[in-house]
Nanobody
Framework: QVQLVESGGGLVQAGGSLRLSCAAS????????MGWFRQAQGKEREFVGA????????YYADSVKGRFTISRDNAKNTVYLQMNSLKAEDTAVYYCAADSTSSYIIRIGVGDYDYWGQGTQVTVSS
């Protein structure tokens, strides 16, 4: 079992920055890829980005590439999502998720992740 708790959401003006954190507990050692997803009101949950359990490989959705950066600190069991140049369309509930299947590739489907946090709201005002 893996427990995930997100924090760091809030209200920010367009062009601003936020950093989300995801604290993991439980079976966090081993080959767990960590992902971030978001869900805007009335829309389906979508992949934002992920960092592979090798701590080297990352992958981002085109909509956030160049603006968002994912990092992880295994010593603290924490994953971060640094969001810069925020836009109104980035407004959503952001979820941290864990893929504990030891996949050698970064997977981007909602169903590929077996543990989820409760989500944190990010609102970008234009």
């Amino acid at each position: 079992q893996v427990q995930l708790v997100e924090s760091g959401g809030g209200l920010v003006q367009a062009g601003g920055s936020l950093r989300l954190s995801c604290a993991a507990s439980g079976r966090t050692s081993g080959s767990v890829t960590m992902g971030w997803f978001r869900q805007a009101q009335g829309k389906e949950r979508e992949f934002v980005g992920a960092i592979h359990w090798n701590m080297i490989s990352t992958y981002y959705a085109d909509s956030v590439k160049g603006r968002f950066t994912i990092s992880r600190d295994n010593a603290k069991n924490t994953v971060y999502l640094q969001m810069n140049s925020l836009k109104a369309e980035d407004t959503a509930v952001y979820y941290c998720a864990a893929d504990s299947t030891s996949s050698y590739i970064i997977r981007i489907g909602v169903g590929d992740y077996d543990y989820w946090g409760q989500g944190t709201q990010v609102t970008v005002s234009s």
